[in-house]
């Protein structure tokens, strides 16, 4: 079987961690099985949906390396959610209701106070031709439950919380279907997972009861159903992700620098018996994916984390995977040198301009000797071989400095740093004539 998944994100807003963890679950999956993976955004809401998302879900998506082999939207296809209301309400699977929100909200209040769950009572499926008329006559439109079969348990083996088992009596028929023709989430998600074909279906366990009462649609439509599994939830230091948590919004991560890699590398794992690992490629992310090792317990998702994460990815990133970020003159040299000390790619901006200067340092006066030496060992010394080696030995012989007291005032006069990359390697970037300026500087000559 040819394995078909799909991301559908609503275009309301734009992406957090949660949206992404789940899209990237769903390419995982895909990419291990040689399948397709499909971009599908649910932009029936025609109030709240906006282009701007949908642009900066794609963006989104774009800069991840999340590629998608098919794109949807639920707005092109109203037609076939006709088609599919159309046959359940010829099979009597869907009825319409006029009650209105108010009144349903009594219902509810009712039910809830004499103990019992607020489940629809079906009052509808008692309407007469005359009630019809009437409601007809006071211009109410109705909205379409459908109508759920309470003669066989709901049942099936979730992929990450095992066996499922529902009562549909104990459920409500959901509405598909509201009194201005719009459509909810229910029915359009179930027929466009029959037409394309899709094959498992990866969500948060927010969807459980929703699968619960969608399986009865796959089978009232006479399609096969979809694999499902459910992820716990994931947390963030300020609560429940959601599109206003801007914090951590793609968008807001990809500003502070943090890495597509980095950011895969730690939803890939995240809530999983698996180690987070800081990989360069996605490969070892696809060849170990399985829903075997997920928990059920909810993950928190720690910024701090994915700093560190970010950090250890960047430290292995070959020059040709950051050439575009990095500042104009930087070459493989400069790069493999900075790189160690870099939490972000546009550090090395900083570490770049310390190299090329100009750079600014007030010497301690108990410095001035030692800086003044280093002037003239630094002008007879090669450097094209070693020189920090055969300066700080030079110095040391000279003066008795050793340790901190030898190395600290150089570091300082030459990149007005007290730490930062290997000296050794930084101060041939550096150059031999900018070096000797800036010991001159330092040393007040």
């Known amino acids: 079987m040819d394995v078909i998944t799909r991301f559908a994100p609503s275009p309301t807003g734009t992406l957090h961690v949660g949206n992404i963890r789940t899209a990237l679950h769903n390419w995982l999956w895909a990419k291990r099985h040689g ?20 642009d900066s879900i794609k963006a989104d998506l774009q800069w991840l390396g999340l590629d998608w082999d ?19 309400r010829e099979a009597g699977r869907v009825y319409p209701c006029y009650e209105t929100a108010q009144e349903l909200d009594l219902k509810r209040k009712v039910q809830l106070s004499r103990g019992k769950p607020p489940v629809y009572d079906r009052a509808a499926l008692d309407l007469t031709d005359a009630d019809f008329v009437r409601y007809e006559n006071e211009g109410r439109q109705p909205h379409w439950r ?55 279906v990866v969500r948060g366990e927010d969807h459980v009861t929703n699968t619960g009462l969608q399986l009865q649609m796959f089978e009232a439509l006479g399609a096969p159903v979809p694999a499902f599994a459910h992820e716990a939830l994931l947390v963030g230091s300020e609560g429940k992700l959601s599109k206003r948590l801007g914090s951590l919004g793609v968008e807001a991560m990809r500003e502070t620098g943090i890495e597509p890699m980095a950011l895969i590398a730690k939803l890939a794992r995240i809530g999983t018996s698996q180690p987070v690992e ?49 500042p104009n003159g930087m070459d493989r040299a400069g ?26 340092v007030t010497a301690d006066p108990a410095d001035t ?12 010394t090669d450097w094209t071989d070693g020189p920090w080696q055969a300066l700080t030995s030079a110095l040391k012989a000279q003066t008795g400095r050793t340790g901190k ?9 030459l990149t007005g740093r007290d730490s930062g990359p290997e000296m050794g ?10 070096s000797i300026q800036r010991l001159k500087a330092a040393a007040g000559l």
């Open 146 to 200: 459908f109508k759920l079969d309470h003669s066989k348990a709901i049942e099936w083996h979730d992929g990450i919380r095992g066996p499922q088992h529902f009562d549909p009596a104990l459920l409500s028929d959901p509405v598909i279907r509201r009194e201005d023709g719009s459509w909810l989430y229910m029915l359009p998600s179930v027929v466009d997972d029959i037409d394309m074909g899709v094959t498992h």
């Open 35 to 54: 399948g397709r993976f499909i971009l599908r955004l649910d932009d029936t809401d025609k109030e709240r949906s906006r282009e701007e998302y949908a």
């Open 335 to 360: 790069w493999e040198v900075v790189r160690p000390n870099l939490h972000t790619v546009a550090e090395a901006a900083d570490w770049w301009h310390i190299v090329e200067g100009p750079v600014t």
């Open 405 to 413: 007291a030898l190395f600290l005032p150089l570091r300082r006069a």
């Open 70 to 88: 098919e794109e949807h939207r639920q707005s092109q296809r109203f037609h076939r959610y006709e088609e599919a209301l159309d046959r359940l």
């Open 278 to 326: 800081a990989v360069t490629t996605p490969q070892p992310l696809i060849a170990h994916f399985c829903f075997d090792t997920f928990g059920r317990a909810p993950a928190r998702f720690d910024m701090e984390e994915l700093e560190s994460l970010n950090a250890r990815i960047i430290h292995q990133l070959d020059f040709d995977q950051v050439a575009d970020g990095l």
């Open 369 to 380: 000797d030692l800086l003044a030496a280093a002037v003239a060992v630094a002008d007879g």
């Open 425 to 434: 390697a930084l101060v041939k970037l550096i150059g031999k004539e900018r």
